[in-house]
């Protein structure tokens, strides 16, 4: 990769049920380097070991189950995420909530820094900007979890009066300026899969929209478009979706459609996560098509037994409110609200007929589901499927659903009674990639690289704070259009108020972004008075996280809960007993 960020998993760590240790919090790095013989060389094998926290809540696997802690997924167990907790509010102090891995990210870079102030080396300058940038991003996601923080500059063994905290608006100040002294030193060109101008500008972009700081947030993005040399991820050749091509083409029924464009929408969209090296992608976890840099993840974790020939656990999942954001093909209508209960009596009607069918015929549900697939088509519960935003048929598998580029010639059965077959109906198209596969033991290793930060992010970012600055205009309608062009839709609606389009592109940024780990932060900056730039709209935490989460057969999952002390997350317990500080012992109100 020559134009993305490395970013190393740090895996299932940052959000377990379990905390990771806690001496990340405790001490420092011992027993490295002599400061007084420390060479070009030894700074950069410690910044490549910094570069392991980039961008961390936000990488890959990670990044999908925040969107469990929202109203996009869910996740049934608390050993894979206490996502569901959150939803329900009814998490404890007791869980880390990345508290200790994101301050075990912020003493390898100070580690960095102690280490460079030393050194003479040509790359001096770059290091340091480097492993500050990697800083900043980490106190950013650490302040928009728990708001106030400690700053920590200095590598210490020991802090025997404490840490006391910093105020949030403290912290957000340092991030910004921290950022800002960084790209003085970086360098313009992306050689490099390092902190360039452009890349730190992004991660500039997306901290100044999550604290509120739109006209920052807007010059930054602005940056990035202009310099960064990004563009969107096409697919020229396509072949290899034409199966699924053909069912999506009988899903497009209302008259008028340039349906081969819209189907080109949907590839152009979903193969951006099959390739590397995406013009598109700004910062990206790299793997390699071998075992040793390779993910299990991307099969395993997203997928069900009957999607996938090893194992399938579907550990977290879109779930029918996400569903029902994604526009109708006109893009700017949403689907006819549907009675969950009425629904899901219409599935099982499919369902038993399929199984009574499949037995009778000695084959698999997915096998009959193959043979009946028309006559499915033609079903009432099959009708919320159609005329629908391309991008919802690129990102979600839905209930029989055409599956041809993970098993050929079949579609998405949901077998309810099995719980590693998530327990919505839904799964992440967009995400689990076949591509790069690596067969070992029961498992799939996809060597494949996971987008952290693209532009269409950065266009989002544009486009709303531009709006809160400026007004939407035909410079903000310009980059959410750009988005409508590479699926294939209609242009955005040019004639609505502020708040209108704050709404409107609030569900576009939910859409374009669904399951890369923002909504979580979304939904909460919406709510925030302090930082929504006075509008909290139709998206903010009190008014999506509400009802029961239902699967497609009508089991519940969690129940959407929203409190106010769920705008910020716990500080550990396990943190706080360790603290010395008399100021810093109290947790977030609520806890």
Same mark, same amino acid.
């Given at each position: ?67 469990? $802690? ?17 939803? @329900? ?24 820094? @102690? ?43 020991? $802090? ?58 807007? =010059? ?49 969209? =979903? ?37 996938? %020939? ?9 779930? &029918? ?34 199984? %009574? ?26 009708? &919320? ?25 079949? *579609?998405?059965? $949901?077998?309810? %009674? ?17 591509? =790069? ?27 709303? @704070? ?124 609520? *806890?």
């Amino acid at each position: 990769m020559n134009t993305t960020i490395k970013v190393l998993t740090l895996g299932a760590c940052l959000f377990s049920a379990f905390s990771c240790s806690d001496s990340f919090f405790d001490k420092a790095p011992t027993g490295a380097l002599d400061k007084g013989k420390v060479n070009n060389n030894n700074l950069t094998e410690l910044l490549n070991g910094a570069y392991q926290y980039n961008a961390a809540s936000w990488d890959g696997y990670s990044a999908a189950f925040l969107d469990g $802690y929202a109203d996009n997924g869910y996740s049934r167990n608390l050993w894979d995420s206490p996502g569901n907790s959150v939803q @329900s509010n009814t998490l404890t102090a007791d869980k880390d909530f990345s508290y200790s891995a994101l301050y075990g990210g912020i003493r390898a870079c100070n580690n960095v820094l @102690s280490f460079a102030e030393k050194s003479d080396g040509p790359d001096k300058a770059k290091i340091i900007a480097e492993a500050r940038m990697l800083r900043a991003f980490l106190y950013a996601d650490l302040t928009l979890r728990f708001g106030d923080i400690a700053i920590i500059k200095e590598v210490a063994n020991d $802090y025997p009066d404490g840490l006391k905290r910093n105020k949030a608006s403290e912290v957000r100040k340092f991030v910004l300026s921290e950022i800002d002294a960084a790209i003085q030193d970086l360098p313009e060109q992306n050689i490099k899969p390092r902190y360039t101008k452009a890349k730190a500008n992004a991660v500039k972009a997306r901290v100044a929209y999550y604290f509120g700081d739109y006209a920052v947030a807007e =010059q930054a993005a602005k940056y990035v478009i202009e310099h960064g040399g990004y563009h969107l991820h096409t697919a020229s050749d396509q072949s290899r979706y034409a199966v699924d091509a053909a069912y999506f083409k009988k899903l497009y029924t209302q008259s008028g459609l340039d349906v081969d464009k819209l189907i080109k929408g949907i590839f152009n969209y =979903q193969d951006l996560w099959t390739r590397d090296d995406s013009p598109e992608v700004i910062l990206a976890t790299e793997h390699d098509a071998t075992i040793e840099k390779s993910s299990w993840m991307r099969i395993t974790c997203f997928l069900s037994p009957g999607l996938t %020939t090893k194992h399938g656990w579907a550990t977290i999942v879109p779930i &029918q409110q996400l569903v029902d954001a994604y526009w109708m093909v006109d893009g700017k209508t949403k689907p006819q609200a549907q009675d969950h209960n009425k629904q899901a009596s219409l599935f099982k009607d499919i369902y038993q007929s399929t199984k %009574t069918k499949a037995k009778a015929n000695s084959i698999t549900p997915e096998a009959q589901t193959s043979k009946d697939i028309d006559e499915i088509l033609k079903t009432d519960f099959m009708k &919320q499927y159609f005329n629908r935003d391309p991008r919802l048929y690129a990102s979600i598998i839905f209930p029989f659903s055409s599956v041809d580029i993970y098993k050929r010639g079949e *579609y998405s059965f $949901y077998e309810h %009674t099995i719980d590693n077959y998530g327990k919505s109906g839904y799964y992440f198209r967009k995400f689990s990639s076949p591509d =790069q596969l690596i067969a070992r033991g029961a498992y799939f290793y996809t060597g494949v690289d996971w987008p952290v930060m693209r532009l269409a992010e950065i266009y989002l970012i544009y486009a709303e @704070s531009h709006t809160q600055t400026t007004g939407y205009d035909a410079e903000a309608q310009k980059y959410l259009n750009m988005l409508r062009d590479r699926v294939g839709m209609a242009h955005v609606p040019s004639t609505l108020s502020k708040n209108e389009a704050l709404d409107f592109i609030r569900n576009e940024r939910r859409i374009e972004l669904a399951g890369e780990g923002l909504r979580f932060y979304d939904i909460r900056l919406y709510e925030d008075d302090t930082r929504n730039g006075g509008y909290k709209g139709l998206d903010a935490a009190s008014n999506v996280m509400k009802g029961q989460i239902f699967d497609v057969i009508n089991n519940p999952g969690a129940l959407l809960v929203w409190d106010k002390r769920l705008e910020l997350l716990p500080y550990p317990t396990s943190a706080l007993d360790k603290n010395k500080n008399k100021e810093s012992k109290e947790n977030n109100p609520g *806890y």
